[in-house]
DNA sequence: TTTT
DNA sequence: TTTT
């Protein structure tokens, strides 16, 4: 029963994360980045290889994400895989996995387009954002930022 | 560019390692291991939580879990993560994501059967096995058991 | 700033846990970790190298441990390093590195001396260990144990 | 026996690294980086922990640490804990402990002074180092940078 | 000794 | 499909 379900990535986001704000102030991230692998062939040549994953972040890291990530930004992500299972209308298995963030942080230098060196710069509201989401002492994605629920939210 | 893609894993094996050989005395192992969490609900219940992972190993350490893993085996792996996309007949994109394993360990005590503490105390010959893939001075499962090939064979 | 200092292990205690009681009903536990790696040297010899690790442990954490582990008991082990820097009476830098353990799990079969299969079989009670310490529903080794102060206390 | 002894960082270099170039071609880099916490204390204060480790390299590696990385640096890096032991002129046991970097890679954009944005834009030559050192078609730091000679040099 |  |  012991058992360990961790992934650990560093890649770059390929496209700004979506957000859904749900019932009771909760909120749902998705986006996907990319790890590339360079290698050299049986013929000495270099070859690079892109590897996508799916990502999901929860609760106030969702909002974090959706405040500091965007296209290109690079983090570092630390979450357990899952896989959804389900059955099509042809009743073929059909399986999807992706990683439920526990912890990122971002890499680098200053986020692209931050005036003052601080990504809290530009936190930019959203139409689609109910009021209630607005952070107030929101942690920086250049901290570690970690997913409270998980203890009993394991979904 | 920079890229890391890690998955860590302790689990139990589902079932037996299926192993198919190929030219060159070449040889994939595929097979399932279960990661299990528990936890408590809102209502204080303890529920429990499994995961299945699609494991694939390749060459030298497909022959070592074909001879001591089986059904029911704990093992910590490393590895990262592989998704297959392709259409199906109806167009549809299809995804089936697999950890290639970098390197593992049995863990636990002596392998069920085993006499006198070693793994290597059984080593036993299938027939579905040619006779070029007789483990001469394999590794043993309970050391690290890592993939010599990962470097020019990143698939 | 943003940072990961993370270490895994897996290994096999060299002691049973030394556990102190604190004030407060607080627990601490020591103890260290054997990881052994195998490999061949330039003459094709087998060589081992084993690495020795101190662990440190808190709270409920330190009191599963006492109750669970003991000598030889082969864990997987999640934390951070730490680093005491002092100086001695000479004047000299002194230094020592432990592992503050933030999630450990028990690994391999029944624990021994177990007759039931249940590691919660045998919770023996000790002199030092104050009535409030009992283990009321205290969590199994066997699952994921997880240092739930560390949001606060990062020592 | 079976052992893992992972450590995976990410961190700020404290000074550009220390290189020292051995008989045979071979090569050693030393240098520190730091991993810095933020948490809130009991008060609700913010507070940062920083703790500092020692990390070596050897061979190629030390050899693109020493072109590419420099104080300040940030970077991924992944190794195992090794532990030296000796006895001062006291016969006082002192320790001290480092990371064996296994593999590591730099993070976040262009390398401060990089024009083209490749980190391979100035090789800067050093008096110190030998001929045979030239990086001829050295990797780059902001790849997955390996350590081949792993396997049969284990200290 | 770094970084924000 | 595993394990406790």
Redesign the interface.
């Known amino acids: 029963?012991?058992?360990?379900?961790?992934?650990?990535?560093?890649?770059n986001l390929g496209s700004d994360p979506e957000i859904k704000y749900l019932e009771g102030d909760n909120a749902v991230a998705n986006f996907s980045i990319?790890?590339?692998?360079?290698?050299?062939?049986?013929n000495g040549e270099r070859v690079?290889?892109t590897?996508?994953?799916d990502l999901e972040m929860w609760g106030a890291q969702a909002k974090i994400a959706e405040q500091y990530l965007k296209k290109g930004s690079?983090i570092?992500v630390e979450g357990?895989?899952?896989?959804d299972k389900w059955q099509?209308e042809?009743g073929?298995n059909?399986?999807?996995?992706k990683i439920r963030v526990l912890s990122f942080?971002?890499?680098?230098?200053k986020p692209d387009g931050a005036t003052s060196g601080s990504p809290s710069a530009t936190p930019q509201a959203t139409q689609q954002k109910p009021a209630s989401a607005a952070p107030t002492a929101a942690p920086k994605a250049?901290?570690?930022v970690t997913d409270a629920e998980d203890?009993?939210l394991?979904f």
């Open positions: 029963m012991a058992g360990v379900n961790k992934v650990i990535l560093v890649g990319a790890t590339t692998e360079a290698y050299k062939n049986r690079e290889q590897e996508w994953h690079q570092y357990k895989l899952k896989t099509d042809q073929q059909r399986y999807r996995t942080t971002m890499l680098g230098g250049q901290e570690m203890d009993d394991p």
